[in-house]
């Protein structure tokens, strides 16, 4: 039988042991997890993001449940331990579950401490430490408007900004003179101070609570100054203490924390301790770097690899607030011998602060700008003498790193193996490269999938992406989702998408602003991306900015390479008639167009008409019945049928009037790319409905649904997404099809490319297995499309609609 | 010297956005910025003609509508990586009224 490792506490230092372990030795423990909360393995450091809707919890998740079962762990979530009998070397939870151990590893955490003023446990009091927390701050910014922060450090000043983020007026009540006075010194806390207060959060320093006021539940702060500051809600933030409860109650020797030797081993031989709940040579630690060494000794000794030894560990801090670019390292105080090289740029808000001792750096504050952070990090934890470089150190590593980071990747190539990458999940690039190398790794997501590197917070991807580049060579090409828009801004465009709903920005002027371009008014690359994705998102609210739409969509037809335009009238389902005809005759000779060509989507397209003659060949068109046909945008252009079974001696269904109906629920959408369907009245399929977007094809039992297909440069036939029986159904699916790759792609995105980038599981998750989701994307979608079903061409033919568009300047006189 | 003729108010063009205008024979683009800057440019893309009237407009520049060359509106300097040297075409802005130099259809055709 298998020793067995029991493990009390599910958090981030426990689930970090046990992956160490499982790469140290694998299988040679059975191995059993208590987690007092009810959640699986989640990053801590990302409840930021997550209060500030930057994230979602799936994208906080370290370990899912998946994780667990595939390494046989057994998984005990929301059974918090009460006792450790360690005479019977066992554990036993409060609800009751017992279990036996040949190791326990005790992994507890911190505790948020309270301050003992009165009125400190009214509902209305929260801490800031697991996701209820956040739950509950998201839940009282929902109905209310007024909320107080107790503490000024990183954890309270997170809060404030999630909190202000969720709309809440935000007061900040810190004792000491300036904000974060533990990581930052008076200038860099100055500065944080007046960026913070532009945002709208109130900063009161020198400020101390003397207690909570309120009947039933908090409803203010009294300082002892005699203010009076009322709120709904009330956020504990002052600090976090080693959770020893148990362990002291176990009999282990605790002080501060749970007292561990180089070893990481407690009083009791059986027993390791990890993370925030110990004391190593008088230290606690309340941050994550730390706690990665720790976890890395744990699983040596566990693999029974006793030399491994804990030394202590150096820490940085970054500060989780977007656009509030933070770092700080080691001792910046005042001290005999010491010196500082200070660099500051009031314009652009920055300040740089190297505290050196004896040629080596001792400690850093960057503000602004905190690019350097991990070299100079790096070169303090290596004691490195700098006096070769001291001259031009603090201009950072571009400079005086001797022009090897001209190009930042002779910079990463630089690093040595054991220069940390990703400072959220501590990885190093030794470890990216060897995952690159043994496991064959090819895109940003197989590394963050095997390494975690990036996985967080992301500030490291574009270290990550040089790494996989300096490994691969050429056969490396960096993946679309990981790279910006454009060089208006280092955001993805999965990032803005998120962004845009999670802040509600609602112009392309709000968007530029809260998320920091870094041009005036964009470029033409993410202007009309901007404005896809806000008129897909704020249905009805967002006006349309023409001027960010490429030519073809303001002008409502395609340009051609001599300047001149095509006009494709709309034919539903590829079903015209004599009027028709006979109207598209009658422009052709009026306008004396020069070349009538048949479309292979089943219209006929018109070309060579000059843009002057535009609304009037339109006007013409529109007295027929014809209407714009779409070809010209990133919309859905046609849906093409077979006859079916109206006339066809194959034909198992109404293939024609089914492409009817879908044309006339899904004209007038705009969608990130073109979208083309078909209708199929039988499997021979002469619509061929198996390379278009969103395909159906007809069978005696009803209707096949395939997406994802394509005709274009790389031929790429649909995946079958299901079956459906009823006419109603094809226009349900089809709807929420089309809502879903709205709502998920990125601009110039086709359906191809998306569903190969999400997986085809994530589509029928969304669209066949979920009703209810289902159901919510095809309302969404038939509300999108009430703004949007109004003839373009008839607004500018007979109602004046940009008229400037169609029209030369005249000449005055 | 060159007389300015008027060509029209400050509103006729959209922010962010151009309106063409023929002079003399030639096709000329005139282009207004977000700050409300005034520039003109021939209306012909040197690497194939591209009608740069019909191209979106950003910061001081336009993108090309055929194949997205990007283009100064001050200089008509492709910028980088993109070559070639669109014709600039002098106009002026007072009170609001656009004027172009009267000579600019030769000048431009030459």
Known sequence: MKPRLVIIGNGMAGMRAVEELLEAAPGVYDITVFGAEPNVNYNRIMLSPLLAGEKSFEDIVINGRNWYADNGIVLHMGAKIEFIDREAREVVSACGIRAKYDRLLIATGSDPFMLPIPGANLPGVVTFRDVMDVEKMLEASRTHKRAVVIGGGLLGLEAANGLRANGMQVSVIHLMPTLMERQLDEAAGYLLQRELESRGIEINTRANSKEIYGKDKAEGILLDDGRRIDADLVVMAVGIKPSVTLAKASGLTCERGIVVDDHMVTSDPAILAVGECVQHRGAVYGLVAPLFDMAKVVARQLANDADSAYSGSVTNTRLKVSGIDLFSAGDFSDAEGTEDIILRDAHRGVYKRLVLKENRIRGAVLYGDTA?????????????????????????????????????????AALPDTAEICGCNGVCKGKIVTAITTHGLTSLEDVRGKTKASASCGSCTGLVEHLLALTLGDQYTAGEASKPIC???????????????????????????????????????????????????????????????????????????????????????????????????????????????????????????????????????????????????????????????????????????????????????????????????????????????????????????????????????????????????????????????????????????????????????????????????YARFLMSQTFVQKDPWAERASEGVHAHEFKQLAMAG | MSEWLEIGVIADIPRLGARALTINGVKIAIFRTADDEIFGLEDRCPHKDGPLSQGIVHGRSVACPLHNQVFHLDSGMGADPDDGCARTIQVRLTGGRIYIASGAGQQAAE
Not at chain 1, 716 to 736: I, M, N, P, S
């Open chain 1, 372 to 412: 350097d952070g991990g070299w100079y990090f790096q070169m303090l934890r290596d004691g490195q003498d700098i006096s070769a470089i001291r001259d031009s150190l603090i201009f950072g590593q571009s400079f005086a790193g001797g022009g090897a980071s001209q190009n930042p990747s002779s910079a990463v």
């Open chain 1, 487 to 777: 060089k208006c801004t280092e955001l993805t465009h999965d990032d803005v998408r998120r962004l845009i709903l999670a802040r509600e920005l609602k112009s392309i002027p709000a968007v530029m602003q809260e998320l920091q371009w870094k041009s005036a008014n964009g470029c033409s690359t993410c202007r009309p991306a901007l404005n896809y994705y806000l008129v897909c998102d704020w249905p009805g609210e967002y006006v349309d900015d023409y001027q960010s739409r490429f030519i073809n969509e303001r002008a409502h037809a395609n340009i051609q390479k001599d300047g001149t335009y095509s006009v494709v009238p709309r034919m539903w389902g590829g079903l015209t008639n004599a009027k028709e005809l006979r109207a598209i005759a009658d422009v052709v000779d009026k306008f004396n167009i020069p070349t009538v060509k048949v479309t292979g989507g089943q219209r006929i397209d018109l070309l060579g008409v000059k843009k002057e003659q535009l609304p009037d060949v339109w006007r013409d068109l529109n007295a027929s019945g014809l209407v714009s046909g779409h070809a010209y945008g990133k919309a859905l252009r046609t849906v093409k049928t077979c006859v079916g079974s109206e006339w066809c001696r194959f034909g198992t269904q109404a293939s024609l009037s089914m492409g009817v109906k879908i044309e006339k629920m899904t004209w007038g959408s705009w969608t990130p790319h073109k979208v083309k369907m078909a209708v199929s009245g039988c499997p021979r399929n002469c619509a061929e409905a198996t390379i278009k977007d969103f395909g159906v094809v007809a069978v005696d039992s009803g209707w096949e649904l395939h997406v994802g297909g394509n005709g274009g440069i790389k031929v790429r036939v649909t995946d079958l997404l299901c079956k459906v029986e009823t006419e109603a159904e094809v226009l349900e699916y089809c709807g929420a099809f089309m809502q879903l790759y709205r709502q998920e792609a990125h601009y110039l995105e086709r359906t191809a490319p998306w569903l190969e980038r999400v997986g085809l599981n994530h589509i029928r998750e969304k669209i066949v297995d979920d009703t209810e989701s289902r159901a919510r994307l």
